[in-house]
């Protein structure tokens, strides 16, 4: 297929339209670590480490290394007395431990929706409860999250999972990575709670107000598109569950890092394409992905209406505070 879209009669149909789904791209957790990593390089200077990528978006990191950031996995790496910022997705006690002993200055740019389930973690654990963890094995949330105790907490990825669990007490409590699908974590939480009728939920569920809406606009959007394109990274949860989510309600979908990455034969034949980002890809890269979808005869552009979020995190103090402005 050509790159363009001319009208020649041998030519596919061109996208006649693009639907962009609201809420899409960076939420309030992400813009608060990129701000966080941002202000450390202006009042401190380059470099700046951070542990591991600040958001799972590679365009996003990139762009804090061409300013100064440096993007470590092992404490060891960072110098003496240097400035350390631990990413969004939030890090375990022996990091902390560890970091404190070799003397950083720290920022913390964990979520605070992610503290909000170490925060819960810690007082439950105090009051003689085990936990349940319902999340991806290996992902850096979920490891900072069962690195808050040193035992009593089961990773659980799927409803099979379930039954290989084996509490020593009778109390227990379960908690959520907070980037999954909606819909699966439900089906699991159902197979825990008919295994452990007496499990502790949160007050508020886990998964963030962020993840929920996105998911949501894809609900709306999927069943009124041809093929759905999501922008984010390969290692972004959230984005990941996106493309998922789509295939599920019947809709061919794609996830791209960039504009490079589209391939015109996926609209042969689907000239409806339904737009989204990841909580962790920047605007900029949506805006590409259109102008691209432009070139492959993309006549209209379209929002749909959803939710609108307004949610803002105060920054660390130390490096300013933009609450007054929101």
């Given amino acids: 297929m050509s790159g363009s879209g001319n009208s020649s009669e041998l030519a596919p149909a061109p996208i006649a339209e693009v639907l962009l789904a609201e809420p899409r791209g960076f939420c309030a957790g992400v813009d608060r670590a990129i701000e966080i990593v941002e202000r450390a390089l202006k009042r401190f200077g380059a470099p700046i480490y951070v542990r591991h990528e600040i958001v799972h978006n590679t365009y996003v990191v990139n762009d804090l290394k061409a300013k100064g950031a440096i993007f470590i996995e092992d404490l060891a790496e960072v110098p003496p007395g240097a400035t350390l910022v631990f990413s969004a997705h939030g890090v375990s006690k022996a990091v902390r431990s560890e970091a404190a002993q070799r003397g950083f200055q720290v920022f913390d740019a964990t979520c605070p929706l992610v503290t909000k389930v170490h925060v819960e973690v810690a007082k439950l654990a105090r009051e003689g409860y085990e936990f349940v963890m319902i999340g991806h094995k290996g992902h850096p949330e979920v490891e900072g999250t069962m690195g808050q105790l040193a035992e009593g907490i089961y990773l659980v990825e799927s409803a099979a999972d379930v039954a290989r669990v084996q509490p020593r007490g009778d109390k227990l409590a379960v908690v959520t990575q907070t980037t999954l699908s909606v819909d699966d974590a439900a089906e699991i939480l159902a197979a825990v709670k008919a295994r452990f009728p007496q499990v502790r939920e949160p007050k508020k569920q886990d ?12 609900k709306v959007m999927a069943p009124a598109v041809d093929v759905v394109v999501v922008v984010g990274s390969p290692t972004s949860s959230n984005s990941n569950r996106l493309r998922e989510l789509a ?80």
């Fill in 247 to 326: 295939e599920r309600l019947g809709t061919p979908a794609y996830m791209v890092d960039c504009a490079a990455d589209l391939d015109g034969a996926w609209f042969q034949g689907r000239p409806r394409v339904g737009l989204t980002a990841g909580a962790s890809a920047p605007d900029i890269l949506v805006q590409q992905v259109i102008a691209r979808l432009r070139e492959l005869g993309a006549a209209s552009v379209r929002h749909l209406h959803g939710v609108a979020e307004n949610v803002h995190f105060p920054l660390p103090r130390g490096l300013g505070d933009r609450s007054m402005g929101g």
């Fill in 207 to 218: 998964i963030c107000y962020a993840t929920q809406n996105r998911q949501d606009a894809v």
